[in-house]
DNA sequence: GTAGACCCTGACGTAACGTCAGGGTCAAGG
DNA sequence: CCTTGACCCTGACGTTACGTCAGGGTCTAC
Protein backbone atom coordinates (compact mmCIF):
# COMPACT_ATOMS: atom_id res chain seq x y z
CA UNK A 1 0.00 0.00 0.00
CA UNK A 2 0.94 3.42 -0.57
CA UNK A 3 0.66 5.71 -3.47
CA UNK A 4 3.73 5.98 -6.42
CA UNK A 5 5.31 9.07 -7.46
CA UNK A 6 2.81 9.63 -10.66
CA UNK A 7 0.15 9.27 -8.52
CA UNK A 8 0.42 11.60 -5.38
CA UNK A 9 1.68 13.81 -8.57
CA UNK A 10 -1.75 13.77 -10.45
CA UNK A 11 -3.40 13.59 -7.15
CA UNK A 12 -2.00 16.73 -5.67
CA UNK A 13 -1.35 18.59 -8.97
CA UNK A 14 2.35 18.77 -9.03
CA UNK A 15 5.28 17.25 -11.44
CA UNK A 16 6.59 14.04 -10.63
CA UNK A 17 10.25 16.30 -10.65
CA UNK A 18 8.76 18.27 -8.20
CA UNK A 19 8.16 15.65 -5.54
CA UNK A 20 11.63 14.30 -6.53
CA UNK A 21 13.25 17.83 -5.50
CA UNK A 22 11.66 17.70 -2.56
CA UNK A 23 12.71 14.03 -1.67
CA UNK A 24 16.27 15.50 -3.03
CA UNK A 25 16.15 18.36 -0.26
CA UNK A 26 14.52 16.31 2.71
CA UNK A 27 11.22 18.42 2.59
CA UNK A 28 9.34 15.22 1.88
CA UNK A 29 11.28 11.64 1.44
CA UNK A 30 8.21 8.86 1.57
CA UNK A 31 8.23 6.91 4.29
CA UNK A 32 8.54 3.84 2.09
CA UNK A 33 10.31 2.33 -0.65
CA UNK A 34 9.63 -0.79 -2.34
CA UNK A 35 12.72 -3.36 -3.02
CA UNK A 36 13.17 -1.97 -6.51
CA UNK A 37 13.52 1.55 -5.22
CA UNK A 38 10.29 2.77 -5.88
CA UNK A 39 8.57 5.47 -3.76
CA UNK A 40 5.53 5.17 -1.92
CA UNK A 41 3.82 7.70 0.29
CA UNK A 42 1.75 7.09 2.82
CA UNK A 43 -1.31 9.08 4.37
CA UNK A 44 0.63 10.92 6.51
CA UNK A 45 3.34 11.82 3.53
CA UNK A 46 -0.03 12.89 2.00
CA UNK A 47 -0.69 14.97 4.61
CA UNK A 48 2.72 16.32 4.92
CA UNK A 49 2.52 17.49 0.88
CA UNK A 50 -0.53 18.80 1.72
CA UNK A 51 0.86 21.63 4.71
CA UNK A 52 3.86 22.32 2.47
CA UNK A 53 1.76 22.67 -0.68
CA UNK A 54 -0.48 25.27 1.76
CA UNK A 55 3.11 27.45 2.76
CA UNK A 56 4.41 27.04 -1.08
CA UNK A 57 0.86 29.11 -1.98
CA UNK A 58 1.62 31.40 0.55
CA UNK A 59 4.89 32.51 -0.71
CA UNK A 60 7.42 30.93 1.51
CA UNK A 61 10.69 29.41 0.11
CA UNK A 62 11.18 25.67 0.60
CA UNK A 63 14.08 26.16 2.66
CA UNK A 64 12.22 27.68 5.03
CA UNK A 65 9.36 25.24 4.70
CA UNK A 66 11.86 22.52 5.77
CA UNK A 67 13.21 24.49 8.45
CA UNK A 68 9.85 25.18 9.96
CA UNK A 69 8.60 21.45 9.56
CA UNK A 70 11.57 20.27 10.72
CA UNK A 71 11.31 22.02 14.12
CA UNK A 72 11.68 19.96 17.07
CA UNK A 73 8.39 22.40 18.21
CA UNK A 74 6.30 21.93 15.21
CA UNK A 75 2.49 21.71 15.98
CA UNK A 76 0.52 20.71 12.83
CA UNK A 77 -2.29 22.44 14.33
CA UNK A 78 -1.00 25.14 14.77
CA UNK A 79 0.47 25.53 11.50
CA UNK A 80 -3.12 25.06 10.02
CA UNK A 81 -4.31 27.94 11.98
CA UNK A 82 -1.62 30.07 11.04
CA UNK A 83 -2.13 28.98 7.18
CA UNK A 84 -5.44 29.46 7.67
CA UNK A 85 -5.16 32.85 8.87
CA UNK A 86 -2.48 33.86 6.12
CA UNK A 87 -4.68 32.59 3.23
CA UNK A 88 -7.60 34.92 4.45
CA UNK A 89 -5.33 37.77 4.74
CA UNK A 90 -4.02 36.69 1.13
CA UNK A 91 -7.48 36.16 0.01
CA UNK A 92 -7.91 40.18 1.34
CA UNK A 93 -5.04 41.56 -0.88
CA UNK A 94 -6.61 39.69 -3.72
CA UNK A 95 -9.64 41.67 -3.00
CA UNK A 96 -7.68 45.06 -2.83
CA UNK A 97 -6.13 43.69 -6.09
CA UNK A 98 -9.48 43.20 -7.76
CA UNK A 99 -10.06 46.84 -6.46
CA UNK A 100 -7.11 48.25 -8.39
CA UNK A 101 -7.79 46.62 -11.56
CA UNK A 102 -11.49 48.04 -11.24
CA UNK A 103 -9.89 51.55 -10.80
CA UNK A 104 -7.53 50.84 -13.54
CA UNK A 105 -10.57 50.02 -15.54
CA UNK A 106 -12.86 52.86 -14.77
CA UNK A 107 -10.15 55.45 -15.25
CA UNK A 108 -8.97 54.24 -18.60
CA UNK A 109 -12.56 53.88 -19.68
CA UNK A 110 -13.01 57.70 -18.38
CA UNK A 111 -9.56 58.37 -19.80
CA UNK A 112 -8.03 59.53 -16.90
CA UNK A 113 -5.09 58.98 -15.19
CA UNK A 114 -4.95 58.11 -11.62
CA UNK A 115 -2.94 58.33 -8.67
CA UNK A 116 0.41 56.08 -8.93
CA UNK A 117 0.23 55.66 -5.33
CA UNK A 118 -3.34 54.14 -5.71
CA UNK A 119 -2.22 51.95 -8.17
CA UNK A 120 0.17 50.11 -6.70
CA UNK A 121 -0.95 50.04 -3.09
CA UNK A 122 -2.50 46.35 -3.41
CA UNK A 123 1.09 45.24 -4.22
CA UNK A 124 2.73 46.28 -1.17
CA UNK A 125 1.92 44.30 2.09
CA UNK A 126 2.39 41.06 0.99
CA UNK A 127 2.23 38.16 2.89
CA UNK A 128 5.67 36.75 3.10
CA UNK A 129 6.80 39.92 4.49
CA UNK A 130 4.14 40.17 6.83
CA UNK A 131 4.42 36.89 8.09
CA UNK A 132 7.69 35.63 7.99
CA UNK A 133 8.04 37.58 11.26
CA UNK A 134 5.23 36.11 13.08
CA UNK A 135 6.34 32.81 12.37
CA UNK A 136 9.90 33.77 13.28
CA UNK A 137 8.53 35.01 16.25
CA UNK A 138 6.70 31.82 16.94
CA UNK A 139 8.93 29.01 16.21
CA UNK A 140 12.80 30.66 16.37
CA UNK A 141 13.09 34.23 17.69
CA UNK A 142 16.27 33.16 19.78
CA UNK A 143 18.71 35.01 19.54
CA UNK A 144 21.27 32.34 17.64
CA UNK A 145 18.07 31.74 15.34
CA UNK A 146 19.63 33.61 12.49
CA UNK A 147 23.24 31.48 12.65
CA UNK A 148 20.87 28.70 12.51
CA UNK A 149 19.09 29.43 9.79
CA UNK A 150 22.46 30.55 7.68
CA UNK A 151 23.34 26.63 8.39
CA UNK A 152 20.37 24.64 7.74
CA UNK A 153 19.97 26.61 4.71
CA UNK A 154 22.14 24.04 2.91
CA UNK A 155 21.55 20.87 4.84
CA UNK A 156 20.40 17.84 2.53
CA UNK A 157 17.94 15.09 3.13
CA UNK A 158 20.94 12.90 4.51
CA UNK A 159 21.60 16.07 6.74
CA UNK A 160 18.19 16.37 8.27
CA UNK A 161 17.94 12.52 8.73
CA UNK A 162 21.29 11.88 10.62
CA UNK A 163 20.36 14.74 12.66
CA UNK A 164 17.20 13.19 13.29
CA UNK A 165 18.51 9.67 14.02
CA UNK A 166 21.51 11.56 16.48
CA UNK A 167 18.86 13.18 18.08
CA UNK A 168 16.78 10.35 19.32
CA UNK A 169 19.76 8.33 20.30
CA UNK A 170 20.54 11.05 22.81
CA UNK A 171 16.74 10.80 23.97
CA UNK A 172 16.57 7.07 24.07
CA UNK A 173 19.88 6.70 25.94
CA UNK A 174 18.32 9.48 28.64
CA UNK A 175 14.94 7.81 28.78
CA UNK A 176 16.88 4.44 29.64
CA UNK A 177 18.90 6.18 32.45
CA UNK A 178 15.76 7.45 33.67
CA UNK A 179 14.04 3.80 33.53
CA UNK A 180 16.81 2.55 35.13
CA UNK A 181 16.35 4.78 38.57
CA UNK A 182 19.65 6.61 37.78
CA UNK A 183 19.45 10.15 39.19
CA UNK A 184 19.45 13.03 36.81
CA UNK A 185 22.92 14.28 38.03
CA UNK A 186 24.78 11.00 37.64
CA UNK A 187 27.97 11.42 35.40
CA UNK A 188 26.41 9.47 32.64
CA UNK A 189 23.43 11.53 32.42
CA UNK A 190 25.69 14.62 32.45
CA UNK A 191 27.70 12.56 29.44
CA UNK A 192 24.74 12.66 27.75
CA UNK A 193 23.69 16.36 28.42
CA UNK A 194 27.04 17.28 27.24
CA UNK A 195 26.61 15.40 24.13
CA UNK A 196 22.88 16.96 23.41
CA UNK A 197 24.83 19.91 23.82
CA UNK A 198 27.73 19.18 21.75
CA UNK A 199 24.78 18.11 18.65
CA UNK A 200 23.28 21.57 18.76
CA UNK A 201 26.65 23.13 18.65
CA UNK A 202 27.57 21.18 15.50
CA UNK A 203 24.25 21.27 13.77
CA UNK A 204 22.47 24.41 14.67
CA UNK A 205 24.58 27.34 16.65
CA UNK A 206 27.35 27.59 18.62
CA UNK A 207 25.77 26.34 21.72
CA UNK A 208 27.52 27.55 24.97
CA UNK A 209 26.91 25.79 28.73
CA UNK A 210 24.65 28.91 29.16
CA UNK A 211 22.62 29.01 26.13
CA UNK A 212 22.28 24.98 26.83
CA UNK A 213 20.50 25.37 30.45
CA UNK A 214 18.23 28.04 28.94
CA UNK A 215 17.70 25.61 26.04
CA UNK A 216 16.72 23.13 29.48
CA UNK A 217 14.21 25.31 31.20
CA UNK A 218 12.41 25.58 27.30
CA UNK A 219 12.15 22.21 27.23
CA UNK A 220 10.24 22.21 30.27
CA UNK A 221 8.76 25.30 29.95
CA UNK A 222 7.41 25.59 26.59
CA UNK A 223 4.82 22.88 25.46
CA UNK A 224 5.72 22.71 22.18
CA UNK A 225 9.57 21.53 23.31
CA UNK A 226 8.19 19.60 26.14
CA UNK A 227 5.66 17.42 24.20
CA UNK A 228 8.82 16.04 21.80
CA UNK A 229 10.77 14.71 25.43
CA UNK A 230 7.10 14.05 27.05
CA UNK A 231 6.05 11.92 24.28
CA UNK A 232 9.37 9.60 24.50
CA UNK A 233 8.87 8.80 28.15
CA UNK A 234 6.56 11.11 30.76
CA UNK A 235 9.03 13.45 32.55
CA UNK A 236 11.82 13.35 30.24
CA UNK A 237 11.63 17.36 29.69
CA UNK A 238 12.23 17.71 33.33
CA UNK A 239 15.17 14.94 33.45
CA UNK A 240 16.83 16.88 30.45
CA UNK A 241 16.68 20.01 32.18
CA UNK A 242 17.99 18.35 35.16
CA UNK A 243 20.85 16.81 33.72
CA UNK A 244 21.70 19.97 31.62
CA UNK A 245 22.25 21.89 34.17
CA UNK A 246 24.14 19.31 36.55
CA UNK A 247 26.41 19.36 33.15
CA UNK A 248 26.67 23.19 33.04
CA UNK A 249 27.86 23.24 36.41
CA UNK A 250 30.03 20.39 36.70
CA UNK A 251 31.83 22.32 33.16
CA UNK A 252 32.74 25.53 35.19
CA UNK B 1 10.15 65.03 -14.71
CA UNK B 2 9.61 60.74 -14.14
CA UNK B 3 10.55 59.00 -11.53
CA UNK B 4 13.51 57.03 -11.28
CA UNK B 5 14.08 53.36 -10.35
CA UNK B 6 14.27 53.31 -6.74
CA UNK B 7 11.24 55.47 -6.67
CA UNK B 8 9.03 53.41 -8.36
CA UNK B 9 10.81 50.38 -6.67
CA UNK B 10 9.43 51.68 -3.70
CA UNK B 11 5.97 52.50 -4.92
CA UNK B 12 5.40 49.46 -6.07
CA UNK B 13 6.97 47.28 -3.79
CA UNK B 14 9.42 45.78 -6.48
CA UNK B 15 13.26 45.76 -6.39
CA UNK B 16 15.42 48.01 -8.19
CA UNK B 17 17.04 44.76 -9.65
CA UNK B 18 13.14 43.33 -11.14
CA UNK B 19 12.67 46.97 -12.77
CA UNK B 20 16.80 46.73 -14.46
CA UNK B 21 15.99 43.27 -15.49
CA UNK B 22 12.27 44.28 -16.55
CA UNK B 23 13.83 46.43 -18.86
CA UNK B 24 16.69 44.28 -19.87
CA UNK B 25 14.59 41.19 -21.18
CA UNK B 26 12.26 44.38 -22.98
CA UNK B 27 9.71 43.77 -21.03
CA UNK B 28 9.17 47.43 -19.57
CA UNK B 29 11.71 50.11 -20.63
CA UNK B 30 11.36 53.40 -19.26
CA UNK B 31 10.28 56.25 -22.08
CA UNK B 32 13.32 58.29 -21.23
CA UNK B 33 17.05 58.31 -20.14
CA UNK B 34 18.66 61.82 -18.31
CA UNK B 35 21.59 62.97 -20.32
CA UNK B 36 23.21 60.78 -17.15
CA UNK B 37 21.90 57.45 -18.56
CA UNK B 38 19.25 57.64 -15.10
CA UNK B 39 16.16 55.73 -16.06
CA UNK B 40 12.90 57.81 -16.12
CA UNK B 41 9.48 56.48 -15.29
CA UNK B 42 6.68 58.32 -16.70
CA UNK B 43 2.92 57.83 -16.26
CA UNK B 44 2.74 55.33 -19.04
CA UNK B 45 5.32 53.35 -17.87
CA UNK B 46 3.93 52.71 -14.37
CA UNK B 47 0.66 51.78 -16.00
CA UNK B 48 2.27 49.21 -17.72
CA UNK B 49 4.30 48.17 -15.02
CA UNK B 50 0.97 47.59 -13.07
CA UNK B 51 -0.47 45.14 -15.89
CA UNK B 52 3.08 43.51 -16.05
CA UNK B 53 2.27 43.22 -12.17
CA UNK B 54 -1.48 42.14 -12.23
CA UNK B 55 -0.11 39.29 -15.18
CA UNK B 56 2.54 37.94 -12.65
CA UNK B 57 0.03 38.10 -9.86
CA UNK B 58 -1.51 35.59 -11.90
CA UNK B 59 1.24 33.54 -12.37
CA UNK B 60 1.93 34.42 -16.11
CA UNK B 61 5.99 33.96 -17.15
CA UNK B 62 7.68 36.82 -17.64
CA UNK B 63 8.16 36.05 -21.36
CA UNK B 64 4.71 35.48 -22.05
CA UNK B 65 3.81 38.68 -20.36
CA UNK B 66 6.07 40.41 -22.67
CA UNK B 67 4.81 38.48 -25.57
CA UNK B 68 1.14 39.63 -24.61
CA UNK B 69 1.76 43.32 -24.22
CA UNK B 70 4.21 43.60 -27.71
CA UNK B 71 1.02 42.31 -29.51
CA UNK B 72 0.09 44.73 -31.84
CA UNK B 73 -3.80 43.55 -31.20
CA UNK B 74 -2.82 44.24 -27.34
CA UNK B 75 -5.51 46.05 -25.56
CA UNK B 76 -4.89 47.53 -22.19
CA UNK B 77 -8.86 47.79 -21.39
CA UNK B 78 -9.72 43.82 -22.75
CA UNK B 79 -6.81 42.92 -20.49
CA UNK B 80 -7.86 44.37 -17.38
CA UNK B 81 -11.44 42.52 -17.98
CA UNK B 82 -9.79 39.63 -18.39
CA UNK B 83 -7.54 40.42 -15.70
CA UNK B 84 -10.14 41.21 -13.49
CA UNK B 85 -12.01 37.55 -14.48
CA UNK B 86 -9.13 35.46 -13.62
CA UNK B 87 -7.92 37.56 -10.08
CA UNK B 88 -12.07 36.88 -8.89
CA UNK B 89 -11.17 33.16 -10.07
CA UNK B 90 -8.49 32.59 -8.63
CA UNK B 91 -9.71 34.89 -5.20
CA UNK B 92 -12.45 31.94 -5.19
CA UNK B 93 -10.05 29.25 -5.28
CA UNK B 94 -8.01 31.01 -2.54
CA UNK B 95 -11.45 30.16 -1.09
CA UNK B 96 -11.67 26.21 -1.86
CA UNK B 97 -7.82 26.54 -0.45
CA UNK B 98 -8.75 28.07 2.80
CA UNK B 99 -12.37 25.56 3.10
CA UNK B 100 -9.41 22.59 2.54
CA UNK B 101 -7.32 23.94 5.67
CA UNK B 102 -10.46 24.24 7.96
CA UNK B 103 -11.33 20.75 6.80
CA UNK B 104 -7.55 19.66 7.95
CA UNK B 105 -8.55 21.46 10.79
CA UNK B 106 -11.51 19.50 11.83
CA UNK B 107 -9.67 15.92 10.35
CA UNK B 108 -6.65 16.74 12.68
CA UNK B 109 -8.76 17.61 16.06
CA UNK B 110 -10.82 14.89 15.59
CA UNK B 111 -7.99 12.68 14.69
CA UNK B 112 -9.57 11.71 11.59
CA UNK B 113 -8.08 10.64 8.44
CA UNK B 114 -9.89 12.29 5.74
CA UNK B 115 -10.01 11.35 1.93
CA UNK B 116 -6.70 11.86 0.08
CA UNK B 117 -8.82 13.25 -3.35
CA UNK B 118 -10.24 15.81 -1.20
CA UNK B 119 -6.96 17.13 0.16
CA UNK B 120 -5.70 18.34 -3.02
CA UNK B 121 -8.87 19.27 -4.78
CA UNK B 122 -8.27 23.35 -4.37
CA UNK B 123 -4.57 22.73 -5.74
CA UNK B 124 -6.25 21.39 -9.05
CA UNK B 125 -7.19 23.45 -11.27
CA UNK B 126 -4.90 26.94 -11.74
CA UNK B 127 -4.53 29.89 -13.09
CA UNK B 128 -2.17 29.72 -15.52
CA UNK B 129 -3.65 26.16 -17.16
CA UNK B 130 -6.46 27.46 -17.29
CA UNK B 131 -6.50 30.79 -18.97
CA UNK B 132 -3.68 30.52 -20.67
CA UNK B 133 -5.56 28.91 -23.25
CA UNK B 134 -7.86 31.73 -23.36
CA UNK B 135 -4.90 34.18 -23.54
CA UNK B 136 -4.18 31.82 -26.55
CA UNK B 137 -7.51 32.00 -28.29
CA UNK B 138 -7.98 35.63 -27.63
CA UNK B 139 -4.33 36.85 -28.67
CA UNK B 140 -2.85 34.29 -30.77
CA UNK B 141 -4.32 30.85 -31.79
CA UNK B 142 -3.33 30.89 -35.43
CA UNK B 143 -1.51 28.05 -37.03
CA UNK B 144 1.33 29.86 -36.68
CA UNK B 145 1.24 30.48 -33.37
CA UNK B 146 3.45 27.93 -31.91
CA UNK B 147 6.24 28.66 -33.94
CA UNK B 148 5.87 32.52 -33.18
CA UNK B 149 6.56 31.48 -29.56
CA UNK B 150 8.90 29.50 -30.04
CA UNK B 151 11.18 32.49 -31.88
CA UNK B 152 10.02 35.20 -29.92
CA UNK B 153 11.07 33.40 -26.71
CA UNK B 154 14.88 34.17 -26.99
CA UNK B 155 14.14 38.17 -28.20
CA UNK B 156 16.01 40.72 -26.23
CA UNK B 157 14.96 43.95 -26.08
CA UNK B 158 17.02 45.01 -28.85
CA UNK B 159 15.22 42.60 -31.04
CA UNK B 160 11.89 43.93 -29.82
CA UNK B 161 13.07 48.03 -30.25
CA UNK B 162 14.30 46.36 -33.90
CA UNK B 163 11.18 44.95 -34.88
CA UNK B 164 9.30 47.71 -33.75
CA UNK B 165 11.17 50.09 -35.30
CA UNK B 166 10.95 48.28 -38.45
CA UNK B 167 7.34 47.61 -38.54
CA UNK B 168 6.88 51.49 -37.95
CA UNK B 169 9.18 52.48 -40.89
CA UNK B 170 7.20 50.00 -43.00
CA UNK B 171 3.79 51.72 -41.77
CA UNK B 172 5.15 55.39 -42.50
CA UNK B 173 6.01 54.69 -45.74
CA UNK B 174 2.62 53.26 -46.97
CA UNK B 175 0.88 56.02 -44.75
CA UNK B 176 3.66 58.45 -47.59
CA UNK B 177 2.08 56.44 -50.48
CA UNK B 178 -1.24 57.09 -49.16
CA UNK B 179 -0.55 60.58 -48.76
CA UNK B 180 0.33 61.02 -52.10
CA UNK B 181 -2.35 59.73 -53.27
CA UNK B 182 -1.24 56.59 -55.15
CA UNK B 183 -3.14 53.33 -55.45
CA UNK B 184 -2.80 50.80 -53.38
CA UNK B 185 -1.44 48.36 -56.57
CA UNK B 186 1.11 50.49 -57.47
CA UNK B 187 4.58 48.85 -57.26
CA UNK B 188 6.03 50.98 -54.54
CA UNK B 189 2.96 49.76 -52.52
CA UNK B 190 3.31 45.84 -53.42
CA UNK B 191 6.87 46.27 -51.99
CA UNK B 192 6.40 48.20 -49.02
CA UNK B 193 3.86 44.99 -49.11
CA UNK B 194 6.26 42.39 -49.54
CA UNK B 195 8.72 44.33 -47.08
CA UNK B 196 6.02 43.62 -44.31
CA UNK B 197 5.61 40.12 -44.98
CA UNK B 198 9.23 39.67 -45.22
CA UNK B 199 9.81 41.29 -41.69
CA UNK B 200 6.94 38.94 -40.38
CA UNK B 201 8.22 35.93 -42.02
CA UNK B 202 11.70 37.31 -40.23
CA UNK B 203 10.45 37.53 -37.18
CA UNK B 204 7.54 35.62 -36.02
CA UNK B 205 6.84 32.65 -38.47
CA UNK B 206 6.92 31.65 -41.73
CA UNK B 207 4.43 33.95 -43.87
CA UNK B 208 3.65 32.51 -47.11
CA UNK B 209 1.58 34.99 -49.40
CA UNK B 210 -1.46 33.16 -48.71
CA UNK B 211 -1.13 33.67 -44.98
CA UNK B 212 -0.30 37.51 -45.69
CA UNK B 213 -3.47 37.94 -47.44
CA UNK B 214 -5.22 36.64 -44.12
CA UNK B 215 -3.39 38.84 -42.12
CA UNK B 216 -4.37 41.66 -44.71
CA UNK B 217 -7.59 40.77 -44.14
CA UNK B 218 -7.61 40.49 -40.44
CA UNK B 219 -6.20 44.06 -40.28
CA UNK B 220 -9.58 45.25 -41.55
CA UNK B 221 -11.73 42.89 -39.74
CA UNK B 222 -10.19 42.65 -36.56
CA UNK B 223 -10.54 46.09 -34.59
CA UNK B 224 -7.54 44.96 -32.42
CA UNK B 225 -5.27 44.79 -35.52
CA UNK B 226 -7.16 47.65 -37.26
CA UNK B 227 -6.35 50.16 -34.40
CA UNK B 228 -2.82 49.79 -34.64
CA UNK B 229 -3.08 51.01 -38.47
CA UNK B 230 -5.42 53.64 -38.08
CA UNK B 231 -4.22 55.24 -35.49
CA UNK B 232 -1.19 56.08 -38.08
CA UNK B 233 -3.31 57.08 -40.81
CA UNK B 234 -7.20 56.57 -40.88
CA UNK B 235 -7.96 53.91 -44.33
CA UNK B 236 -4.14 52.78 -43.76
CA UNK B 237 -5.71 49.41 -42.53
CA UNK B 238 -7.48 49.08 -45.97
CA UNK B 239 -4.79 50.60 -47.88
CA UNK B 240 -2.50 47.65 -46.43
CA UNK B 241 -4.96 45.20 -47.05
CA UNK B 242 -5.18 46.34 -51.08
CA UNK B 243 -1.10 46.52 -51.03
CA UNK B 244 -1.16 42.73 -49.56
CA UNK B 245 -3.49 41.16 -51.84
CA UNK B 246 -2.06 42.95 -55.23
CA UNK B 247 1.66 41.75 -53.82
CA UNK B 248 0.09 38.55 -53.39
CA UNK B 249 -1.02 38.49 -57.10
CA UNK B 250 1.88 39.72 -58.55
CA UNK B 251 4.07 36.91 -57.05
CA UNK B 252 2.03 34.07 -58.50
C1' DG C 1 33.31 71.18 -3.84
C1' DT C 2 32.78 67.31 -1.63
C1' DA C 3 30.22 63.84 0.99
C1' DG C 4 26.53 60.66 0.99
C1' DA C 5 22.75 58.81 -1.33
C1' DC C 6 21.52 56.98 -5.51
C1' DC C 7 22.26 55.25 -10.23
C1' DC C 8 24.78 52.56 -13.98
C1' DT C 9 26.46 48.17 -16.19
C1' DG C 10 28.39 43.66 -16.07
C1' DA C 11 28.76 39.24 -14.05
C1' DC C 12 28.14 35.53 -11.15
C1' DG C 13 24.91 33.15 -7.67
C1' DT C 14 20.45 31.00 -6.33
C1' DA C 15 15.84 28.69 -6.04
C1' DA C 16 12.68 25.61 -7.82
C1' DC C 17 12.00 23.12 -10.68
C1' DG C 18 12.01 21.43 -16.38
C1' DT C 19 13.95 18.36 -19.42
C1' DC C 20 16.50 14.82 -21.31
C1' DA C 21 19.53 10.45 -21.09
C1' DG C 22 20.47 5.88 -19.82
C1' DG C 23 18.70 2.27 -17.48
C1' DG C 24 15.81 -0.64 -14.05
C1' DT C 25 10.67 -2.29 -12.44
C1' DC C 26 6.22 -4.10 -12.68
C1' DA C 27 1.67 -5.90 -13.86
C1' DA C 28 -0.89 -7.61 -17.75
C1' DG C 29 -1.25 -10.51 -21.50
C1' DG C 30 0.27 -14.01 -24.97
C1' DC D 1 7.33 -17.94 -18.15
C1' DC D 2 8.48 -14.31 -20.62
C1' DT D 3 7.82 -10.16 -22.95
C1' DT D 4 6.12 -5.51 -23.51
C1' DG D 5 4.57 -1.03 -22.53
C1' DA D 6 3.78 2.07 -18.88
C1' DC D 7 6.04 3.72 -15.06
C1' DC D 8 10.00 4.44 -11.96
C1' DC D 9 15.00 5.41 -10.81
C1' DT D 10 19.18 8.46 -10.60
C1' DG D 11 22.28 11.84 -12.47
C1' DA D 12 23.10 16.01 -14.85
C1' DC D 13 22.51 20.02 -17.34
C1' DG D 14 19.04 23.93 -18.64
C1' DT D 15 15.81 27.75 -17.42
C1' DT D 16 13.37 31.51 -15.11
C1' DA D 17 13.39 35.49 -12.31
C1' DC D 18 15.55 37.59 -10.03
C1' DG D 19 19.58 38.41 -5.62
C1' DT D 20 23.98 40.02 -4.76
C1' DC D 21 28.26 41.97 -5.19
C1' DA D 22 32.00 44.83 -7.73
C1' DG D 23 33.71 48.79 -9.83
C1' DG D 24 32.53 53.10 -11.17
C1' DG D 25 29.66 57.34 -12.51
C1' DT D 26 25.78 60.99 -11.01
C1' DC D 27 23.37 64.23 -8.20
C1' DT D 28 22.04 67.26 -4.73
C1' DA D 29 22.66 69.39 -0.36
C1' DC D 30 25.44 71.58 2.86
Redesign the interface.
Same mark, same amino acid.
Given at each position: MG?TVGEVAS??? %?SVRTLHHYDDIGLLSPSERSEGGYRHYG?DD??T??QV? @?FR?LGFGLGDIARIMHDPSFD??EA??M??RM??D??AQ??H /??E? %??A??DA??GGV?LD??D /??EA @??D @?DPKKHEKEAEDRWGGTPAYAESMRRTKRYTKEDWTQIKAEGEAVNAAMAALMDEGVPSDDPRALDLAEEHRLQIDKWFYPCSQEIHVGLGQMYVMDPRFAQNYEKVRVGLAQYMREAIEANAERAK
Open positions: LLAS %VDLALQL @FERLLRQRLKKSLG /MIA %VEALTETAK /MF @FG @F
